[in-house]
T-cell receptor, first 113, second 111 residues
Framework: EAQVTQNPRYLITVTGKKLTVTCSQN?????MSWYRQDPGLGLRQIYY???????DKGDVPEGYKVSRKEKRNFPLILESPSPNQTSLYFC????????????FGQGTRLTVV | SQQGEEDPQALSIQEGENATMNCSYK?????LQWYRQNSGRGLVHLIL?????REKHSGRLRVTLDTSKKSSSLLITASRAADTASYFC???????????FGAGTTVTVRA
């Protein structure tokens, strides 16, 4: 089944404790991206990747890192999480670019205390 | 920065009625996409309309695009309880690589 898989689905952590949210897609898509969703703000893009080893900042990249060592995986790293990063996070992939249909993961609800 | 803005923010209708929501955006685009999100779950792609298209249909969905007004509308006909969800428009500005979403319209379909 074609899908984007994120893990974990739920995470509660403490301020400053490094964490990684994994994202994997099985559709051989070139474009992958991370979003955060906050009430009243819709989805805001954190980082995107147009292909292996090619990543770029989205609209809200501060406090996040990503890597794209393999085509299928695009982990999101929070080196020192803070309470303002409490949010619902989504990973998405598209065949070629943001101009094609995006497939979303089920989301990761992160709480930083 | 948010490119698209949906209107209204929330909509409540009776089952069987039509639901219309609008999206306005700021810059020239390659295409405009509509997505649905059921309560806290991942977004699902509904329809993509290219900048040179004016109208597109998919089942009970009808999307229009007016590039001169920088606006789009999504019409859901003969709504069902299962259409209860949030609906988002998303755009990619020309010469950009980011997909930007609006804040969404929350649609409630009453049985």
């Amino acid at each position: 089944e074609a899908q984007v898989t994120q893990n974990p689905r739920y995470l509660i952590t403490v301020t400053g404790k490094k964490l990684t949210v994994t994202c994997s897609q099985n559709m051989n898509h070139e474009y992958m991206s991370w979003y955060r969703q906050d009430p009243g703000l819709g989805l805001r893009q954190i980082y995107y990747s147009m292909n292996v080893e090619v990543t770029d900042k989205g609209d809200v990249p501060e406090g996040y890192k990503v890597s794209r060592k393999e085509k299928r995986n695009f982990p999101l790293i929070l080196e020192s999480p803070s309470p303002n990063q409490t949010s619902l996070y989504f990973c998405a992939s598209s065949l070629y670019s943001a101009n094609t249909e995006a497939f979303f993961g089920q989301g990761t609800r992160l709480t930083v205390v | 920065s948010q490119q698209g803005e949906e209107d209204p923010q929330a909509l409540s209708i009776q089952e069987g009625e039509n639901a219309t929501m609008n999206c306005s955006y700021k810059t020239s685009i390659n295409n405009l996409q509509w997505y649905r999100q059921n309560s806290g779950r991942g977004l699902v792609h509904l329809i993509l309309i290219r900048s040179n298209e004016r109208e597109k249909h998919s089942g009970r969905l009808r999307v229009t695009l007016d590039t001169s007004k920088k606006s789009s509308s999504l019409l859901i006909t003969a709504s069902r309880a299962a259409d209860t969800a949030s609906y988002f428009c998303a755009t990619v500005a020309r010469d950009d690589y980011k997909l930007s979403f609006g804040a969404g319209t929350t649609v409630t379909v009453r049985a």
